[in-house]
């Protein structure tokens, strides 16, 4: 199963997440292959404000122990957190397994 994770910082995390980031980067290489993309979102003043994360995992239930073990949630770095499921169709432009 595919997941769009869209993950909204708190008000005035900048430095904690920055702080917790070098542990939120070693959750993302234990990811490894289950990632297909992510990065920061930035507000219009390119400030960042979350997180994006497009990831391929077997169920709903191994992303929510990620999301248990992520350090941004742990830190509460990231307030909101918003989750579909998804279908991924084309990973730079060619066709997603």
């Known amino acids: 199963m595919q997941f769009a994770v869209k993950a909204y910082d708190g008000e005035g995390m900048l430095e904690k997440r920055m702080e ?3 542990r939120h980067l070693e959750g993302m290489n234990k990811l490894g292959k289950h990632i297909i993309c992510t990065g920061g979102m930035l507000d219009e003043n390119g400030k960042m404000k979350g ?3 497009i990831l391929d995992l077997p169920d709903r239930a191994a992303l929510n122990e990620y999301l248990t ?3 941004y949630v742990i830190e509460k770095v990231w307030e909101k957190i918003e989750v579909e499921i998804m279908n991924v169709v084309l990973v730079n432009g060619e066709k997603f397994q």
């Open 20 to 22: 917790v980031r070098p």
């Open 51 to 53: 997180s994006v994360l």
């Open 69 to 71: 073990n992520e350090p």
